[in-house]
């Protein structure tokens, strides 16, 4: 049978009209258990911590759209990732993208080191230096592309055959890119991770997360900790995602054609140091964004020289907010050095291009030029 579109996947895969009724939508099963026909005669549930049939049909759709064979989701996107680094054991050796989200790094260094676990940070745009850090015990290689908030594009082709020659599971954060852009498992990745709450949510209404894996014996680790630590999606948090879903590919698309008529728009002014946007053709990585993604996403950074600057511009925006998160419908802007990355010491932060000046935009499904109408007027300082 021929494959399925994008978006064909996006509203069908993981929901079959319910068998009651016919519903087109799968109902939000509010359980916390399930009637048993007798001993060991359980419907295919039995406790919905273990599964439950509504997060069941999002873990099918977007391991569907990651072109993945399973997907376990989790209460969060740090909760996602913290059960990524429970396959790890003490001793053990991680490397990291040097930009990721600034969750990320905490429980990473405040949280996991504290067990025994190892981290290096470095620019996976450059695999001679994932290769120049791999020790003996190194066991993962944990990618963000495009990475958050300096949008660095890694080489996924090449990240993968590092990891292999050195036998690294190989993860990667594909929250900002979406499996619309970019689909991280076709490269040959252990793991695809995603916030929820972000773009295949997009509404800002929900928390979650979710790992996407090929591997049985992965799966069945995830499925286990989802099972043992609890950190699970509930059901109706798993009901408004695959609500968002449903329109993920629409919503990319104008995502990326707002977002680049911005970054247009950032470039031309005098008042901006440097933006950072893969669509722009200045941006380093440019050709490798065009070649690998199939669009350049909503995610712009750029840089207005001092705290000072940013605040005052921020303080003036009247339809762009100012939020933590991002993937909304709505234009959020964020500080990251105050906001999503004050958990990353201030010497690390400027030395891989955060800066108090930096201001990281969301760019929403607002008309472009409203967003462009407000960004000039909080530039007039």
Request: net charge negative.
């Amino acid at each position: 049978m021929k494959k399925q579109g994008f978006s064909t996947r996006a509203i069908h895969a993981g929901q079959e009209p319910e068998a009651a009724t016919g519903a087109i939508m799968p109902p939000v099963y509010l359980t916390s258990t399930y009637v048993q026909d007798g001993i060991g005669a359980d419907r295919g549930y039995v406790y919905s911590r273990v599964a439950n049939p509504t997060r069941t049909a999002l873990e099918k759709n977007i391991a569907a759209l990651e072109n993945g064979a399973e997907g376990m989701a989790f209460g969060s996107g740090t909760a996602a990732i913290d059960a990524i680094f429970h396959l790890l054991k003490p001793g053990d050796h991680t490397i990291l993208s040097r930009n990721v989200y600034g969750g990320t790094y905490r429980i990473a260094r405040q949280v996991w080191e504290e067990f025994g676990l190892q981290f290096d940070f470095v620019d996976t745009t450059d695999v001679q230096q994932i290769e120049r850090v791999i020790r003996p015990n190194s066991k993962m290689l944990f990618i963000e592309t495009p990475t958050n908030p300096t949008i660095e594009i890694s080489d996924l082709d090449a990240c993968v055959r590092v990891a292999k020659a050195h036998r690294l599971v190989s993860v990667v954060d594909n929250t900002f890119a979406t499996p619309y852009l970019q689909r991280p498992i076709d490269h040959g990745f252990d793991i695809v991770v995603h916030s929820l709450t972000k773009y295949l949510n997009g509404h800002s209404d929900m928390l979650g997360g979710l790992v996407v894996v090929n591997e049985p014996a992965l799966a069945e680790r995830f499925r286990f900790l989802q099972k043992s630590v609890g950190g699970i999606l509930s059901p109706f948090d798993a009901w408004l995602c695959l609500r968002g879903t449903k329109t993920l590919a629409v919503r990319m698309r104008q995502h990326c054609e707002s977002a680049l008529a911005v970054a247009r728009w950032l470039a031309a002014r005098n008042e901006i140091r440097k933006v950072f946007y893969p669509g722009l053709e200045d941006h380093p990585q440019h050709a490798l964004a065009a070649r690998q993604m199939s669009g350049f996403g909503g995610m712009i950074s750029f840089d207005l020289g001092s705290i000072e600057r940013a605040d005052s511009f921020l303080k003036r925006l009247r339809i762009c907010a100012l939020a933590e998160s991002l993937g909304g419908v709505e234009t959020i802007i964020t500080h990251p050095s105050s906001m999503t990355h004050a958990a990353i010491p201030a010497e690390e932060r400027a030395a891989i291009g955060i800066t108090d000046g930096l201001i990281r935009i969301s760019v929403g499904l607002e008309d472009v030029q409203d967003i462009l109408d407000d960004l000039e007027q909080g530039l007039r300082t």
